[in-house]
């Protein structure tokens, strides 16, 4: 499972808004000179970015959370978002090229129709997914200086 931790900055009925810290791994990273990654975290300097998950951990505003993901979901979100629109779009080339091969628009047009059916098609398969690739709270992290008091 993937994890973030994260602080819940306000409920809403029986889910959660979390604010998570985009942080950047470049100081670990063999490649860090070389990197666009590294390039885009240090102009952005660290993003914070809100998400709603079911609080299935009853956590309360300021907690301190784990949330995470499955792997294999964000694999196959990644391969839905992706490889099947850019899939559909060189079909939909190859069949606009075949089907008047004289020049170039139809092959565009094909192409344009296919990435169009792609991400449409994605879309719904995202919906009948649900929430399986949704991020879940994992766990409320104790703070330290709540433990002393």
Do not use: F
């Not at 995470?68 to 190859?94: F, H, K, M, N, R």
Request: contains cysteine; hydrophobic residues 45%.
């Amino acid at each position: 499972m993937i994890t973030e931790t994260g602080k819940v900055i306000a409920l809403k009925g029986d889910q959660a808004w979390v604010q998570t810290i985009r942080a950047s791994a470049c100081q670990s990273c063999a490649a860090r000179h070389g990197c666009g990654q590294k390039a885009l975290a240090t102009v952005t300097g660290g993003r914070a970015n809100q998400v709603l998950v079911a609080n299935t951990v009853d956590a309360r505003v300021g907690d301190e959370v784990v949330i995470g993901i499955p792997e294999q979901a964000l694999l196959g979100a990644s391969l839905l978002v992706y490889a099947l629109p850019l899939l559909t779009l060189v079909l939909g080339s190859v069949v606009g090229h075949q089907l008047a091969p004289s020049g170039d628009l139809p092959a565009m047009i094909g192409g344009a129709g296919g990435l169009a059916s792609g991400l449409g098609l994605a879309a719904l398969w995202q919906r009948r997914l649900g929430s399986a690739c949704e991020p879940r709270l994992v766990r409320v992290q104790r703070a330290a200086s709540a433990a002393c008091q």
